[in-house]
């Protein structure tokens, strides 16, 4: 495998909106970023996944972009986007921003030439069909209702797979990519080295025959937007791939079909949805379930393809409310991050991931998430009762990731000076940034050592992937080769005190989550022997 300057790369996103305030509006911003980005280095990650910052009405806190060019008011301005480029770049630190194009908002300048008739040059832009009185199929939004609005003035349906403010646009006209490709050519010019791309996997859809995902001219989309865009310059592009499978995700990150570097794919995340509610009700996290596909992407992935590993985004609940144990916050945080920051891929940490971070249980009427109160109304009372929702909120709810980060015991967790946008998680005053750092065994410093230790062993980054023990209940265990390097990972899922299994040989300690050592595996125990 040609080995990739974002190979050994660890990832931080950060969700402007909460990240850090500098002007006290209640909103995290640009300069915010800037003040940060110290502690960004100090933690060690390589680029930043930064979730968009664009003009927007902000309907679904800014995938809803109406200016591509142009940064929203309440982040910022262009000159300090350049400034914050220029300083992470001083630090060795890259940015990649996130591409939003299966849709735009309906505020863009494009969808408003489109929906003013029928012969505008830019009605092509985006999808339109006749109703017959009724929504021209039944496809349904992502976000609750029909996929489709209607508009008076031209009496045709427009095609929206998000909110009614996020109409789809129409990756079969040129035009339109053209003009995509020259706004990413000019982002790419001011410095950035990365796309995250927004639900790229829709932008090949066939809604004639109902095909969204996966649609037929998904790769051949992909590998125009790579020859006219990024593919001569060495950056990183990653895609949200709801939907891949192992083969899928091969054809966007196989190197020699020049589409993506990896994917970012949620099996182990939709493995525990309900058929018919979704995440709204969830089924309960089982780790022989998580073992087996976490195993599978290694060994599949081996040769061709990559992929990111993370249990967190701004989308997701916190690892540690869903897969860990809050009374065991910080040793089941350690061992999760140990999971897959010892397996091949991209590591993701989500902001606040780092210190720990936990989900919150609101009142209703705290949310903001429109994913979330769109289900909520949608869903309430006919399908599921309240309490039900509210358990699925709680649970699963992308406010959870939302709230702001947490940077010390002061009023708003030292978020803002003004009123939040979003409530911060009452438990600031404990779980903090600056407790974080001034505590040399905190989950800060433990997820520094992991990306370390990345930069440090070629085996963590290329070794083949080998999974023992498979049929142990409680314990994950596997072991990972490359040359003459072998790593053996033990972790512990539980909160019980297992005994080792026979036979291991343990080499050297290189990082564990306890300060001692033991007979036995203690609850939420990660130890990485080399060998
Ligand atoms: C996926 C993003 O991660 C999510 O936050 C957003 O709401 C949808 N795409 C629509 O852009």
Not at 141 to 148: I, N, R
Not at 154 to 183: A, C, G, V
Not at 200 to 217: A, C, E, M, Q, S
Not at 372 to 393: F, R, W
Request: glycine residues 6%; hydrophobic residues 35%.
């Amino acid at each position: 495998m040609k080995k990739m300057w974002w190979h050994d790369s660890v990832i931080y996103q950060i969700y402007p909106r909460s990240f850090k305030d500098s002007n006290g509006d209640g909103i995290g911003d640009i300069n915010g970023i800037i003040e940060k980005i110290d502690y960004l280095k100090d933690l060690g990650v390589d680029i930043v996944w930064l979730s968009p910052v664009y003009t927007s009405p902000m309907d679904d806190n800014g995938y809803d972009i109406s200016d591509y060019q142009n940064i929203a008011s309440e982040f910022g301005s262009l000159e300090e986007m350049d400034k914050l480029i220029k300083k992470c770049d001083e630090k060795g630190i890259s940015i990649m921003m996130d591409l939003v194009v299966n849709h735009t908002s309906d505020e863009h300048e494009w969808f408003v030439e489109s929906k003013k008739s029928k012969d505008n040059p830019y009605r092509d832009y985006y999808i339109w069909r006749d109703g017959q009185g009724d929504y021209p199929n039944d496809i349904i939004s992502t976000f609750s209702g029909p996929a489709w609005d209607y508009d008076e003035k031209t009496d045709q349906y427009y095609f929206h797979l998000f909110s009614k403010k996020q109409p789809d646009l129409n990756w079969d006209n040129e035009k339109m990519r053209n003009d995509i490709y020259q706004m990413m050519n000019w982002w790419l010019d001011r410095g950035i080295r990365g796309f995250r791309m927004d639900v790229i996997d829709l932008i090949g859809k066939n809604i004639d025959k109902k095909i969204v995902g996966n649609g037929p001219t998904l790769h051949e989309r992909l590998q125009e937007m790579n020859q006219k865009t990024f593919g001569h310059r060495d950056i990183v592009t990653v895609g949200e791939t709801w939907g891949a499978t192992p083969e899928i995700a091969k054809l966007y990150s196989k190197p020699e079909r020049n589409e993506l570097s990896m994917v970012f794919q949620f099996e182990h995340v939709t493995a525990f949805h309900d058929e018919k509610f979704g995440k709204w009700a969830s089924k309960p996290v089982d780790f022989s379930v998580i073992k087996d596909i976490l195993s599978k992407w290694q060994v599949e992935l081996k040769e061709d393809g990559w992929n990111s590993l993370f249990w967190n985004n701004h989308d997701l609940p916190r690892v540690v409310s869903k897969y860990g144990n809050e009374a065991y916050r910080d040793k089941s945080a350690k061992m999760l991050a140990t999971m897959i920051h010892m397996m091949k891929g991209t590591p993701y940490i989500y902001q606040g991931e780092e210190i720990g971070m936990t989900n919150v249980q609101y009142d209703f009427s705290d949310y903001r998430d429109i994913e979330l109160i769109n289900a909520y109304h949608d869903l309430v009372p006919e399908k599921l009762s309240h309490d039900q929702m509210m358990t699925g909120i709680y649970a699963d709810g992308r406010d959870n990731a939302r709230t702001p980060m947490q940077w010390d015991s002061s009023q708003h967790g030292g978020f803002t000076s003004g009123q939040p946008w979003l409530k911060v998680n009452p438990n600031y005053k404990d779980i903090n940034v600056k407790e974080c750092l001034e505590n040399k065994v905190s989950i800060f410093y433990y997820y520094k050592k992991l990306i370390d230790l990345r930069k440090k062993h070629d085996v963590i980054v290329y070794g083949d992937f080998k999974r023992l023990y498979s049929d142990h209940p409680d314990l994950f265990v596997y072991e990972r080769t490359y040359m003459d390097e072998k790593l053996l990972v033990i972790l512990n899922h539980t909160d019980k005190v297992i005994s080792k299994p026979q036979g291991l040989d343990q080499g050297h300690l290189i990082i564990s989550n306890y300060q001692d050592s033991d007979e036995e595996i203690r609850p939420y125990e990660a130890l990485v022997y080399s060998l």
